[in-house]
């Protein structure tokens, strides 16, 4: 499943995520608590995707960071995230 970068609100329900939170892809690389948000996963299935390749990663000493280009295939691609690390 795609996550949307907007909180969409149904009538009877409240957004799952406020639109405030979502961070926009404006930036060139994001934190790790930040990919996991706009993927809609966890942290720790971003640091197995990161682990197996399936997302890249810069660092510089302990930072780690994702780069937007590598979040966008992941969000672009036909597979389900959940798919990839299979």
Do not use: C
């Amino acid at each position: 499943m795609k996550m949307k970068l907007e909180a969409e609100v149904d009538s009877a329900s409240e957004a799952i995520v406020p639109s405030s939170i979502l961070p926009t892809l404006s930036k060139f690389s994001y934190s790790r608590e930040e990919s996991a948000l706009i993927l809609g996963i966890s942290v720790r299935q971003v640091d197995t995707y990161l682990q197996r390749g399936l997302l890249e990663k810069r660092q510089r000493g302990r930072r780690v960071t994702i780069p937007v280009e590598s979040l966008w295939k992941a969000l672009h691609s036909d597979q389900n995230p959940s798919q990839l690390a299979a």
